[in-house]
């Protein structure tokens, strides 16, 4: 590599290390935009799915009153006919059989009213629950909506970033040596979007473990690209 200036080709590299650097973010980001999405709908579907379970809790309990209640209409409409008919009765064993009768119908009359009572107590409860929740999932699915096409417009934002950046990229990388390129692009796909990193107190910046003093001598002298021993990334010492 003689013939080019290491020190200048790391000076390129600093500047395409910070965009490649916002690159990486602003991708992150774009890419957690559906995830976000995806999980705020998904909370909301679960909403919506309780609120039909409590709906169809109400529907049953709606379906058992007026079953009760028709029960107790034939109940009552017997009650009357066999009181009707006492005025028939010519012996006093079939009027006492026909009391009894009368008396078993009323009792049932009277399960079947508290019975009646007891679905309407819960109804009124489901009524309240559902009706709350309803109202609630009417907002959350407004803002559920306003949040989402916040995201939205902010992937078209990342987007147009995205854009400008990977355009000053191109404009830095021409001039980068491509063999010192192809081994920074190589590391940077590796290692998350940091492939050039600076020596501090003889400490890798990237994974901050001991750089030996001889390597940052060779860092100095702008020989070669040197790299960190233990995660690979390209060594570079700031100008003091």
């Known amino acids: 590599m003689a013939e080019i200036s290491i020190k200048e080709q790391l000076s390129y590299l600093v500047e395409l290390q910070e ?17 976000q999405i995806d999980k705020k709908t998904k909370e909301f579907e ?13 529907n049953q309990l709606l379906v058992q009153k007026k079953d009760a209640e028709l029960e107790l209409a034939s109940k009552e409409e017997n009650i009357t006919k066999l009181q009707n008919q006492l005025f028939q009765i010519k012996t006093n064993k079939e009027y006492t059989a026909m009391l009894k009768e009368i008396e078993g119908g009323k009792a049932d009359k ?103 003093p001889q390597v940052v001598n060779e860092i100095r002298m702008h020989e ?9 990334r390209i060594l570079y010492e700031e100008a003091q």
Do not use: W
């Open 19 to 35: 965009i490649d650097l916002q690159i990486y973010n602003q991708k992150n980001r774009f890419d957690d935009i559906p995830l």
């Open 46 to 58: 679960s909403r919506k799915s309780s609120l039909k379970a409590l709906d169809d809790k109400k």
């Open 110 to 212: 009277s399960h079947i009213e508290d019975k009646i009572l007891t679905v309407m107590l819960q109804l009124d409860g489901f009524i309240v629950e559902v009706q709350k929740e309803k109202e609630n999932l009417a907002q959350e699915e407004k803002k559920l909506a306003a949040e989402n096409a916040k995201l939205k417009d902010e992937q078209k934002v990342i987007e147009e970033a995205l854009l400008s950046l990977n355009n000053k990229r191109g404009q830095i990388s021409v001039k980068v040596d491509a063999k010192i390129l192809k081994i920074y692009d190589r590391i940077l796909k590796n290692k998350e979007g940091l492939a050039l990193v600076k020596v501090e107190n003889f400490a890798c910046q990237g994974c901050f473990m001991n750089v030996p």
């Open 224 to 232: 070669r690209i040197v790299t960190c021993e233990m995660c690979s």
